[in-house]
């Protein structure tokens, strides 16, 4: 059997088991839709989760075509990565918004698998020295934070700059998809980082207020999968920053990796259902067939086309 398909046979089989929400959390309060208005004021964000896959020179330059131009009047401070080894990133200031927004590249949903089979979906401490004073009872993805500290410092200077040269106190954290992209070296069979997106981004929303208590935060993520145990999830709930995490539809990627293997989402949950209600979902891994988790209860009910939107007409990539 060809590798790809066994892989997939393994994923499927993986996934099969219906989770169960953790303890504690099936009193829900009720599911609410958004309005017209709340919905478009996600759009700016939309678009800087999507330029997020754009190159570090289109960025700097905010030369990225229809991604920067919906957001003309950004000034964009510093880009890094090259794609490959390390995700593309950017940051700078939306005088619109009065914001510092930080942005994320994301990630090829057909790069699943290879995340999976990697065997790299373990949850492991933070870094204490990017965290410091977090309970060692928080875990997180092990592959996500290995990808997280490799830019942290860089933002984190990046974020610091913009806020001195704007004068704003004010920072949204952007991403959308899985936030890291693995591929084996035939040669050394090694494992490689590549791209980043929401993952990276939440976690970035949980380290940068550790380094800038003085400042209101807001993440908002596309196709987040989840990215650590119940104790993070109930950190991230915690924290005055405004999370927020939209899925589309039968998008796979929110329900990856399994609640069987000890992950859960926070709180922040909003769902765009077939039907086009943007559904606001309360508590963590919300239950209902109008949220990610009941509708798509397994890999196999997924469609992974509908991972990079349309998220309110915008369709992610650059």
Known sequence: MPALILGAALLASLFLVQAKPAPGLQARQSITALTSAQISAFTPYTWYASAGYCSASETLNWSCGTNCEANSNFEPVASGGDGDSTQYWFVGYDPNLDTVVVSHQGTDPEDILPLITDGDAVLTNLDSSLFPGVSSDI??????????????????????KTMSQYSTSNIAVVGHSLGAQYYHSRQSQSTHLSSLGAAIALLDAVYLPLHI???????????????????????????????????NKED???????????????????????????????????????????????????????????????????
């Open 139 to 160: 875990e997180v993805h092990q592959g996500f934070a290995d990808a997280q500290s490799s830019t942290a410092s860089d933002v984190l200077s990046a974020v610091q």
């Open 252 to 318: 796979p990627i929110p329900i990856l990796p399994g609640m069987f293997l000890g992950f859960v989402h926070p709180s922040g949950e909003v769902h765009i259902e077939d039907s086009g209600e943007w559904a606001s979902c309360p508590g963590q891994d919300n239950p209902s067939t109008q949220c990610i988790v009941g509708d798509v209860p397994s890999i196999v009910d997924g469609d992974e086309s509908d991972h990079d939107g349309p998220y309110n007409g915008i369709t992610m990539g650059c």
């Open 213 to 247: 208590p003085d400042a209101t935060y807001r993440f908002v993520g596309y196709g987040l999968p989840r990215v650590g145990n119940q104790a993070f999830a109930n950190y991230v709930d915690a924290l005055s920053t405004s999370v927020t995490h939209i899925n």
